[in-house]
């Protein structure tokens, strides 16, 4: 299995003086000192061997540089994107550096052709072995750019996949991407994410079904849409109000359409009334219907606008006061894992007494030229500590900054949530009133279920 990757190097004859004068003073986004890094010596050897695995393709190791630069020179193409640095990589254990290297140089031919020239270097250094192309963006042939865009990683991609299957290597069919980092660390501590929240709702539905219809239904009351009919590559996933599906299979195995079918025919009749008692013990929100909601309209009267509006929120969420109601729509569900964020909110604006957006803009233009006001101040005071003799005097200074800093941090932390307040306003205000739709069970009478009953279901 190998894993590839492709992005720009950008620099400057004038950088590449530099960094040759002074090798300290290196960036991956040189042309040379990207070539420098992938012939290192330390990375392309093995521990207990001599021999280095760099080679020139369309030129020569050895002088790749200078002739990469010449081709530049020649057509009078040396800004921009001067290289492109691939990368290619495999399991431990999958090849070994000779069979890697090998690769990489079949990769780099069939990727570049006979047009550019390139650098291929495998890396010994790590836990896995893995390539590195270091392509000249100018054709020696004709002096044209090479054309960097989302084709040439798919392409790239595609030609390692190939190579691989050649020499009787494993490929992914279904690659899922890169997971957000926040999102992947949210996952992982089980924070209610969209993935989450799906792979909660399917399996209650397979629990609680013996066949498909079934398992229609209920993902559909619980605010879900499985689209899988022929026209269509990959089942998906997505919610009533969402128009963006997900792909069944970036789940996860058990989440693919064939092993929901397998899981589903695999249910018996007593195994159903079980697993319904044992949500219905847990209060499960997709088991229980709640009654509308019922805002105490004579406490909100004094409130109004956005700061009753993100009140209104945190009570839906079941975060003011705690435990009151439970949300029932995937949106309102997944928000909650920012409900510290929506609370932060609106503590500041019952702290600075914002109701309205428009206050909420003042205060914002407020805190703006607030900032810049001790900003100044404390510029004033830095220098003057750089002139002080005086060990007292020194002290009082320090003191005075300290200070100030300590404002200025504050200002910045509430202008901050602020603006995260206005972003949010208009997704608060969708989100209510999915959540209100979803209390009255409006979200099954909605507006074109007939047209998505013959488009997503067989």
Not at 167 to 179: A, D, Q, R
Not at 200 to 220: G, K
Request: hydrophobic content about 30%; some cysteine.
């Amino acid at each position: 299995m190998a894993t590839t990757k492709i992005w720009p190097v950008k620099g400057t004859l004038k950088r590449l003086v530099d960094y040759a004068s002074n090798p300290e003073k290196t960036t991956e986004d040189d042309l040379e000192a990207v070539i420098m890094y992938a012939m290192n010596g330390e990375k392309t050897a093995g521990t207990n061997e001599k021999a280095c695995y760099v080679t020139g393709v369309n030129c020569f190791a050895e002088t790749a540089l200078d002739e990469m630069l010449s081709t530049q020179r020649h057509f009078g193409k040396t800004g921009g994107n001067v290289a492109y640095h691939c990368y290619q990589s495999f399991k431990p254990g999958e090849v070994t550096p000779e069979q890697c290297h090998t690769l990489g140089v079949e990769l780099a031919r069939r990727m570049f052709g006979d047009e550019y020239q390139v650098l291929v270097a495998t890396h010994l250094d790590k836990g896995h072995l893995h390539n590195h192309l270091v392509c000249c963006s100018v054709s020696f042939i004709d002096g044209k750019k090479f054309n960097d865009n989302k084709a040439a990683y798919t392409k790239l991609r595609r030609l390692s996949d190939e190579i691989c299957i050649e020499n009787g290597l494993f490929v992914i069919e279904k690659p899922l991407g890169k997971t957000p980092r926040q999102l992947h660390f949210a996952e992982k501590n089980g924070e209610p994410t969209k993935y989450n929240l799906m792979r909660d709702e399917i399996d209650n539905a397979i629990s609680l079904s013996t066949n498909m219809p079934t398992f229609m239904n209920l993902m559909r009351q619980k605010g879900y849409i499985i689209a899988y009919n022929e026209s269509r590559k990959y089942p998906t996933i997505r919610s009533i109000h969402s128009k963006k599906p997900t792909r069944l299979f970036q789940l996860g195995e058990e989440y693919e359409l064939d092993r929901i079918e397998q899981r589903v025919y695999e249910n018996s009749l007593e195994t159903i009334a079980h697993n319904r008692e044992k949500l219905i013990a847990r209060n499960n929100p997709s088991l229980v219907r709640y009654a509308p909601v019922k805002v105490h309209r004579n406490k909100l009267r004094k409130i109004s606008g956005i700061y009753a509006q993100y009140l209104h929120y945190l009570y839906l969420m079941g975060y003011r006061p705690k435990k009151k109601h439970k949300p029932l729509s995937p949106e309102m569900r997944e928000a909650c894992r920012m409900c510290d964020k929506y609370s932060a909110c609106a503590q500041l604006m019952a702290k600075h007494h914002l109701h309205t957006e428009t206050d909420v803009k003042k205060f914002i233009s407020d805190s703006k030229q607030r900032v810049d006001v001790l900003s100044r101040e404390r510029n004033v005071i830095k220098n003057r500590l750089r002139r002080e003799k005086d060990p007292s005097r020194i002290d009082e200074l320090k003191t005075e900054r300290n200070l100030l800093t300590e404002e200025i941090s504050v200002l910045r932390k509430e202008k901050k949530t602020a603006d995260f307040t206005l972003e949010r306003s208009e997704k608060v205000r969708e989100d209510i009133k999915i959540e209100r739709e979803y209390c009255r069970g409006d979200h099954m009478k909605q507006r074109g279920r007939q047209r998505d009953d013959r488009d997503h279901e067989r």
